[in-house]
């Protein structure tokens, strides 16, 4: 199953509700009401937990943001300012361009921090 582009921030809300970097369900079959919505990918655990809705795949971290802050790009990556994929509390996420991430992520020697790049100081 792929990944889908975010839902908008109303139909997640609908759904979902946040509490301490998770979201919880409030709609939907009703065995799911008030559970932990999302899982890990066992096979690549060092993404973020994703969330199954209407049938398509979603990262949590970017349900979360959307669901503080409206819509996201396709071309944006929503990333966890520790580096740890499974912290997804609204004050760990930041988005940045797929361009900085890929420097970021695939260029360990590039000198770029995640830090300096969200206070601007390439």
């Not at 990944?3 to 919880?24: A, F, H, S, W």
């Not at 349900?63 to 994929?85: H, R």
């Not at 997804?88 to 695939?106: F, G, P, R, T």
Request: proline share 5%.
């Amino acid at each position: 199953m792929e990944i889908g582009t975010c839902p908008t921030q109303r139909e997640i809300k609908d759904m979902l509700k946040y509490v301490n970097g998770n979201l919880y369900w409030i709609k939907g079959r009703r065995d799911l009401i008030n559970s932990k919505a999302g899982c890990f990918d066992k096979l690549n655990p060092h993404k973020p937990p994703r969330v199954q809705i209407k049938g398509k795949l979603y990262y949590l971290n970017r349900l979360i943001w959307v669901y503080f802050n409206g819509s996201i790009l396709d071309t944006e990556v929503i990333c966890c300012i520790d580096k740890n994929p499974h912290n997804c509390e609204i004050e760990n996420l930041a988005k940045i361009s797929e361009e900085d991430w890929y420097h970021i992520a695939k260029n360990p020697f590039h000198n770029i921090s995640l830090h300096k790049l969200l206070k601007g100081e390439q």
